[in-house]
Structure formats: structure tokens, C-alpha cells
């Protein structure tokens, strides 16, 4: 059974920082793509980062540039975001999802090219 479990969330006071985890299980992703979305309440769910297989290539929204950092470590089939100067905007429930091998250009930013999903972990930002 294939499994992608978030945790790392938490409240957080406006300018700290969180490490978001995402562990998977059931198969290998170290070929995958792989990103984090999120979505606020009453919103639709957004792109938030994403990083190639390889951990080569790294894409960011611009609401996190600068603030996010995503990276991987595919022996141990987990992939992190850190986000560092919180913001109450970036209050939502942060997604972790596996894509495919074949990404290129927009295939990262694109929810519905990602295959699996996680529950989710809460991000609450306090001002």
C-alpha cells in the first residue's frame, strides 16, 4: 500500500520557521517528482514547491520564493520543506504529493500530474 505521511506541522508565531516531512512508504519514489501543495481554508489547493527526482531542479510559487527551501533525500524515501519567515497567509493544510519520472516545465506546478497524495499536516500561523 502506498503511503505518503506529512508531519512537521504545527502553530507557529508570524517570522518563525516549520520542517515540513513527508515520509513515504510502500514503494520507492527516488525517481519520482515530487512537490507540496497547500490549501487555506474557504481556497482552493495551491502549488507550493516542487523538486525533481534527482533533487537537481527545484520550483517554487512565488508567495514562498525566498522563504521556502524543498530538498529530498531519497534513501530515505522522505522529502522536507522548509519554511522559514511564516506569514499568517501561509495558514493551511500543506499536501505532499509523488508525480512521475517524466516531469518537465509546467508538469511540476500542475496538481492533477501528481499520482499520490498524503492527509496533510496543518500549518497555523499566528499573527
Known amino acids: 500500500q502506498v503511503q505518503l505521511v506529512e508531519s512537521g506541522g504545527g502553530l507557529v508565531q508570524a517570522g518563525g520557521s516549520l520542517r515540513l516531512s513527508c515520509a513515504a512508504s510502500g514503494r520507492t519514489f527516488s525517481r519520482d517528482a515530487m512537490g507540496w501543495f497547500r490549501q487555506a481554508p474557504g481556497k482552493e489547493r495551491e502549488f507550493v514547491a516542487a523538486i525533481s527526482w534527482s533533487g537537481g531542479r527545484t520550483y517554487y510559487a512565488d508567495s514562498v520564493k525566498g522563504r521556502g527551501t524543498i530538498s529530498r533525500d531519497n534513501a530515505k524515501n522522505t522529502v522536507y520543506l522548509q519554511m522559514n519567515s511564516l506569514k499568517p497567509e501561509d495558514t493551511a493544510v500543506y499536501y505532499c504529493?509523488?508525480?512521475?519520472?517524466?516531469?518537465?516545465?509546467?508538469?511540476?506546478?500542475?496538481?492533477?500530474?501528481?499520482?499520490?497524495w498524503g492527509q496533510g499536516t496543518q500549518v497555523t500561523v499566528s499573527s
Open positions: 504529493a509523488a508525480g512521475a519520472p517524466n516531469f518537465s516545465g509546467s508538469y511540476y506546478y500542475t496538481e492533477r500530474r501528481y499520482n499520490y
